[in-house]
């Protein structure tokens, strides 16, 4: 029961993190029909630009957040103003291809600089410990598990409400409608675009912070980690805020329970499934997903004319 | 008719191979160009363009799927690890840790190749179930699948980290490794494995060429332009969907059989996510759905590393320290090409090249 809840635990802090991704992915999907696979890279730069600040630099942690973050936002700005502007109502897959272009970019530009060692991240609460946990009968939660999960949930609450309420919320409703009518009725679709590619950029640094999985570090390797935010969106729909979130706690319990339960699933089956299938196993659900439901759980069923 | 390339008298002209006398004479003199280079090109240039003709074989068979069929396809990689492992499997030397039947090349090349066009034949109906993007997506989940199984089978590919063999270059017999000499002139191994990649590479291309002026080429384009049109106008999507994969991963296997034998090794990792996208790339920059585009962009994609550093002896940087290695400078270039051709030629080297030949062909007149 123990191992079950600590695998609960994980699996809803890794949840959580992936779901910051996935909104970025659905947001700009939404929005622009763009499926955007800088996504993952841009998370890592937000780390990267944190690391940089915090322990390069030595700006205090929160300051070094912040401009981090900002930095990251405007970069993800940058690139929607450059690369993707020119590219708007072209077919879906060849952006899709341009943004693993810009991916390769941001990638081979991080690997070189995160080199071989791992970087650190900063301490958010020098007083408590960064690698600190607390045990609640039994189950371990780290603090940075509980703060991403937390992160999240007010993150997610935080956007719900700016759909709901504000003036540009409701814009980006609109445009993701309909582009045409939202342009007819004075939106400025532009300035749309804008603000989601900015929203996706504060999404994904708040994501690469926590993604460094636990133990506040960053590695050439989180963008592998960063990148299963992907099979979340697909499983909940490309186009389903809702669904991403959902999508986020299956892959990210998924991953929690498979990592414990691994022994025993392989004596259910009969045969090794391989150190790491854990990573692995996300896609595979999502291969699954994919075959029973094209458009994911929650997202609207493509009609297709001659 | 003569002087009048353009005039034809009868269909069969227009869907020659060679339309007319100037195309076919280029290609001799391309293919004997090509041949002679063996004799006076160094080791290192011979390195780059073999590699460039077998990735070029790989990515005429993504562009018979994705190009032609316009079933999009993440994970062309995959089957080319298929025909690397089925080559190692067969043709490789067995260890304490892998296995291997020593088998001829006659045997191991063809049959790497149908092993990679089998798991296309069973990837194939998924893209009749999904379309577009939804079927690039499963293919991706499929490059993280494959790669997973690629580590953990030890006992084919040697497991991560460590790798493997590739497959013995034995042909009818003749082994590789000895070198050939020919009227006093030796071919070394690199140079016979140039030979044999060109050769390979030139029949694939007549390959591709042929397919496009046959009824199985025309209706992968009506599939491509729109498939419940072409279901409308009487084409089995299920065949030609599953055809287009079986022929594409054929090609892929082809190139992993013997793109390894080259280097002599190979170890799992190298099948990711990337490596998928590398030949993505390829199509696009070359130019998609179009016969020599991949051709071009294989070319431009591994020569790339030779122009860069021939460009750093140039500038005389090469012995200096550079903030970033040669291989993350490739990247930097071959991502912003991506981002290049994408937005501003669509149509790739090939749109390029298209452009300069109409140019050239009414010079000093506009058109």
């Given at each position: 029961m123990i191992i079950f809840l600590q695998a609960t635990a994980e699996g809803l802090a890794l949840g959580a993190v992936y779901s910051l991704v996935a909104i970025g992915f659905v947001l700009i999907y939404k929005a622009m029909d763009v499926l955007s696979f800088a996504q993952p890279a841009l998370a890592v730069v937000g780390a990267a630009f944190i690391s940089a600040l915090a322990v390069d630099r030595g700006i205090p942690f929160w300051i070094a957040f912040i401009i981090g973050v900002l930095?990251?936002?405007?970069?993800?700005?940058?690139?929607?103003?450059?690369?993707?502007?020119?590219?708007?109502?072209?077919?879906?897959?060849?952006?899709?291809?341009?943004?693993?272009?810009?991916?390769?970019?941001?990638?081979t530009v991080l690997d070189n600089w995160i080199g071989l060692n791992p970087r650190y991240l900063g301490d958010p609460f020098p007083s408590i410990g960064n690698f600190g946990s607390v045990n609640i009968g039994g189950v371990v939660l780290k603090y940075l598990e509980i703060s991403a999960f937390f992160t999240a949930v007010i993150v997610i609450i935080l956007l719900s409400i700016f759909f709901k309420k504000s003036k540009y919320g409701v814009a980006m409703r609109a445009t993701s409608y309909d582009q045409e009518a939202a342009l007819a009725q004075g939106i400025d679709v532009?300035?749309?675009?804008?603000?989601?590619?900015?929203?996706?950029?504060?999404?994904?640094s708040f994501a690469g912070f926590f993604i460094t999985g636990g133990f506040n570090t960053l590695t050439q390797l989180s963008f592998i980690s960063a990148l299963r935010a992907l099979p979340a969106v697909v499983i909940g729909g490309l186009d389903s805020i809702p669904g991403a979130v959902v999508g986020s706690l299956i892959i990210g319990l998924t991953q929690g329970y498979v990592a414990y339960y691994q022994i025993n699933l392989e004596s259910l089956v009969?045969?090794?499934?391989?150190?790491?299938?854990?990573?692995?196993?996300?896609?595979?659900?999502?291969?699954?997903?994919?075959?029973?439901k094209p458009d994911g759980l929650f997202g609207t069923e493509e009609v297709e004319r001659v | 008719m003569r002087g009048r390339p353009n005039l034809y008298t009868d269909y069969r002209k227009e869907t020659a191979i060679f339309s007319n006398l100037t195309q076919k004479f280029w290609f001799v003199l391309l293919v004997v160009f090509a041949f002679s280079l063996v004799l006076v090109a160094s080791d290192y240039w011979i390195l780059l363009l073999t590699t460039s003709f077998l990735i070029a074989v790989a990515a005429w068979g993504l562009n018979i799927v994705s190009g032609f069929?316009?079933?999009?396809?993440?994970?062309?990689?995959?089957?080319?690890?298929?025909?690397?492992?089925?080559?190692?499997?067969?043709?490789?030397?067995?260890?304490?840790?892998?296995?291997?039947?020593?088998?001829?090349?006659?045997?191991?090349?063809?049959?790497?190749?149908?092993?990679?066009g089998l798991l296309g034949l069973i990837i194939a109906p998924i893209s009749v179930r999904l379309k577009g993007l939804n079927l690039g997506l499963v293919t991706l989940?499929?490059?993280?699948?494959?790669?997973?199984?690629?580590?953990?089978?030890?006992?084919?590919?040697?497991?991560?980290?460590?790798?493997?063999?590739?497959?013995?270059?034995?042909?009818?017999?003749?082994?590789?490794?000895?070198?050939?000499?020919?009227?006093?002139?030796?071919?070394?191994?690199?140079?016979?494995?140039?030979?044999?990649?060109?050769?390979?590479?030139?029949?694939?291309?007549?390959?591709?060429?042929?397919?496009t002026r046959s009824k199985t080429g025309r209706a992968y384009s009506a599939i491509r332009d729109g498939d419940i049109a072409a279901e409308a106008i009487g084409i089995n999507l299920f065949k030609f969907k599953s055809s287009a994969f079986a022929l594409s991963s054929f090609y892929a296997g082809i190139t992993g059989a013997l793109m390894f034998s080259v280097s002599g090794g190979v170890e799992p990792g190298v099948f990711n996510l990337l490596y998928s996208i590398t030949f993505i790339a390829i199509v696009i920059i070359g130019g998609g759905g179009t016969v020599l585009g991949p051709l071009f962009g294989a070319l431009f994609f591994s020569l790339l590393p030779g122009a860069i550093q021939t460009l750093l002896h140039t500038f005389e940087l090469a012995g200096q320290e550079l903030s970033l290695s040669l291989g993350q400078i490739e990247r930097i270039i071959f991502g912003l090409f991506i981002i290049f051709f994408i937005i501003l030629e669509p149509r790739g080297l090939w749109g390029v090249w298209f452009r300069l030949r109409n140019y050239f062909k009414a010079w000093p007149f506009s058109y």
């Open positions: 930095l990251t936002a405007i970069l993800s700005l940058v690139i929607e103003r450059t690369f993707l502007r020119p590219m708007v109502g072209e077919p879906v897959f060849s952006v899709a291809i341009l943004t693993i272009g810009i991916d390769i970019l941001l990638r532009g300035k749309i675009f804008a603000l989601v590619w900015f929203i996706a950029g504060l999404l994904a009969g045969f090794s499934l391989g150190s790491g299938f854990s990573f692995v196993a996300p896609y595979l659900i999502m291969f699954i997903i994919l075959l029973i | 069929a316009g079933q999009i396809s993440l994970a062309h990689g995959v089957f080319v690890g298929v025909g690397t492992y089925t080559a190692a499997v067969l043709g490789g030397v067995s260890s304490s840790y892998v296995i291997g039947y020593e088998l001829d090349m006659i045997i191991w090349l063809p049959l790497s190749g149908v092993m990679a989940a499929l490059v993280f699948i494959a790669s997973h199984l690629f580590s953990n089978m030890k006992f084919i590919t040697g497991g991560a980290g460590f790798g493997r063999k590739s497959a013995e270059l034995v042909l009818l017999g003749f082994d590789f490794d000895n070198g050939l000499s020919v009227g006093g002139f030796i071919l070394e191994k690199n140079q016979l494995i140039y030979l044999l990649a060109l050769t390979i590479c030139i029949f694939a291309g007549i390959g591709v060429k042929n397919l």
